[in-house]
């Protein structure tokens, strides 16, 4: 009987092997988590949204994402139009171009955090980098256009701003995007990013949070948004943003 026993408890314990090794890689499959989340972030530059997928371990996921935002320069100020605030809107003097940039980047999150027990909140960091396309487009103006028999009576006229051609006493203000004519020119670049991610859902299906972050844009050749010789001052190639964002998604 004994002798019997032996063959069986022998393929027991190797049944026993062969399905651990099958549960540890179960286990490290299920370690694997991916997802998807949009954003909606603001800077003191501008805005914009995005999108972030993940991939990768849980503790340590890797990070692919899409942003599109307005980037505006920091010495840009509104002026009041020579028309007052009935006829006028307000515009930005001397300013030649939109800017906003496409940047798809790729980088990883650590976490530094993980919630516990009532604490619902966990906290993550990360930094990304990739490209940064950015597309300029004319800035576009509502100007006076005075009549040649009566130059005290005229229209209103679209035109891209230009302040050797357009001087402040013709310009009644900004034109609104639906009224801009887009001409996009492309200024390649490079996009760094580091942010902090705070989790506010422990829902493991489930993505929703903060994303506050800092993150800086260069640019090969500087995006004409200045009209320099007018107002003797230099287009710059690299900004740097201060962001704050809304990500909600789902995981998988």
């Known amino acids: 009987m004994k002798a019997r026993l032996s063959p069986i408890l022998l393929r027991l314990i190797s049944v026993s092997l062969v399905w651990s090794v099958v549960a540890t890689g ?3 499959e299920k370690a694997v988590s991916g997802g998807i989340a949009l954003h909606l972030g603001m800077t003191q530059r501008g ?3 995005g999108v972030d997928v993940l991939f990768g371990k849980e503790q340590r996921p890797w990070q692919a994402s899409m942003d599109l935002y307005y980037l505006k320069d920091a010495r840009e100020g509104p002026t009041t139009s020579f028309f007052g605030a009935d006829q006028g809107k307000n515009y930005v003097f001397g300013k030649l171009n939109h800017l906003i940039v496409l940047s798809p980047t790729f ?3 650590m976490p530094i955090f993980k919630g516990q027990g009532f604490n619902f909140m966990e906290i993550s960091g990360g930094v990304s980098v990739g ?4 597309l300029t487009s004319p800035y576009f103006l509502e100007i006076f256009d005075p009549s040649p028999s009566n130059p005290q009576l005229g229209n209103r006229a679209l035109a891209a701003y230009n302040p050797a051609d357009h001087p402040y006493t013709r310009i009644i203000g900004r ?3 639906i009224d801009t004519k887009w001409k996009i020119a492309v ?5 760094l990013r580091a942010f902090t991610w705070i989790d506010f859902n422990r829902e493991i299906q489930q993505i929703s949070g903060i994303r506050l972050g800092i993150h800086g844009d260069w640019f090969f050749n500087a995006p004409p948004l200045w009209a320099e010789e007018v107002l003797e001052i230099t287009n710059r190639k690299a900004y ?3 962001s704050a964002a809304l990500i909600f998604g789902n995981r998988w």
């Open 131 to 134: 490209p940064a396309l950015g």
């Open 26 to 28: 179960q286990a490290q």
């Open 175 to 177: 034109a609104t995007l």
């Open 187 to 191: 200024q390649p670049g490079l996009s």
């Open 47 to 49: 805005g914009g949204a």
């Open 107 to 109: 980088g990883a999150q």
């Open 240 to 242: 740097l943003s201060i």
